[in-house]
């Protein structure tokens, strides 16, 4: 026994758990057998699954943004043959959209369903989208966003740690209120109306004579209730799947926001992934995107065939010029404070 633990120390000049003599070999097998234990579960953690990733959407089930994040989820471990998982974290349970933004940016999250209203603070390339009556419709929208114009507000975003992989449809925005039809910005004077955390959309109603109350979107069902607010603007599917419809009568279509969503992810978990991952992350969210507008262009006309067979009184804007001229002041305000975004500006309102 001693000269095998002389040995020992002759050889390595450390201590050797296998030539220990009080360890016998039940011992050595046992803990080699752990060892072996602990690299293979370290090997499947390390190769088979290697990201665990968390996703925010602020929808309810069923909503088309929902279903299409959900595929997401499924495509992205599909195509990365399990090494991400995506744990979608639906109805803003993770907290309000601009919070969100921040984790993704940050890296507490990794993914995000957002609208590029909020993101417009942060990224001023991005905010261009959020002038009022930029894009012509939602086909041009998507036009723009597909050229040039896209290229510049996604390198914007991605230069504020957000990497949008995919543009999802949000259609237009729609001014509603309990009390009368829009049809001036006349109309709109004097009313208190609820927009999302950004400046442009408060200049907006200003410049319509109205009071800008910028809210989170959970609160804005009780502030119309209770009469916080007198109104709102937001899309048919939002419109109605948040029940507003109940408390916010009148839905007038002014149409003066388009704004696009994305599937953003946190930039340094897309930046440090091999080309072939990314490749799979950006054809998943690709693919979602398609289910998406398909979903959208469904949703639309259902969400406004259930809220008008509910009571509401929808109204066409005959003309909407005044509303436009009334949003000179929105975009020189912006073109002041971004002077460098002019040519982007153009650029837009140029693509056909
Ligand atoms: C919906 C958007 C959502 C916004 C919401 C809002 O899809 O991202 O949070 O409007 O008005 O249309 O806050």
């Known amino acids: 026994m001693a000269a095998k633990r002389d040995r020992k120390y002759e050889l390595t000049g450390s201590f050797k758990l296998y030539d220990y003599p009080k360890i016998g070999g039940f011992m050595y097998k046992k803990i080699t057998a752990l060892l072996v234990g602990a690299c293979a579960t370290l090997s499947i953690m390390g190769t088979a699954h290697a990201e665990d990733w968390r996703g925010w959407n602020i929808h309810v089930e069923g909503y088309p943004n929902t279903v ?21 974290f639906h109805g803003g349970t993770l907290g309000s959209q601009p919070d969100a933004i921040e984790q993704v940016r940050l890296g507490g999250l990794q993914i995000g369903n957002f609208n590029l209203g909020p993101i417009g603070p942060i990224a001023a390339e991005a905010n261009v989208v959020s002038l009022p009556f930029i894009f012509k419709d939602v086909p041009h929208m998507f036009r723009v966003l597909e050229g040039e114009a896209g290229k ?9 740690g957000l990497i949008p992989l995919a543009w999802y449809d ?20 004097g009313m208190k109306v609820r927009v999302m955390n950004n400046d442009l959309y408060s200049g907006m109603i200003s410049e319509l004579g109205g009071n800008p109350s ?11 209730k209770t009469g916080v607010v007198d109104g709102a603007e937001n899309n048919w599917p939002s419109y109605e799947s948040t029940g507003h419809f109940e408390v916010a009568g009148y839905y007038s279509l002014s149409q003066h926001l388009i704004i696009p969503e994305c599937v953003c992810v946190n930039a340094d978990a897309f930046n440090a992934l091999s080309d072939d ?10 693919e979602s995107s398609a289910l998406q507008r398909e979903l959208w262009a469904e949703r639309e006309g259902a969400s406004r065939e259930k809220v008008v067979a509910a009571g509401v009184t929808v109204n066409e804007i005959a003309d909407k010029g005044p509303f436009q001229d009334a949003m000179k002041p929105v975009y020189e305000n912006y073109l002041a404070a971004n002077p460098a975004l002019k040519p982007l500006v153009e650029l837009i309102q140029a693509t056909e």
């Open 152 to 160: 510049m507000i996604s390198d914007g975003m991605a230069a504020k």
């Open 277 to 286: 991952m990314k490749t799979a992350v950006m054809e998943a969210a690709q």
């Open 214 to 224: 910028p809210m989170a979107f959970a609160e804005v069902y009780q502030a119309l």
């Open 68 to 88: 299409a994040m959900d595929k997401f989820s499924e495509l992205l471990e599909e195509k990365t043959g399990g090494e991400i998982k995506l744990k979608m």
């Open 170 to 189: 949000a259609g237009a925005r729609s001014f509603y209120n309990a009390g009368k039809p829009v049809n001036t910005p006349e109309d709109v004077t």
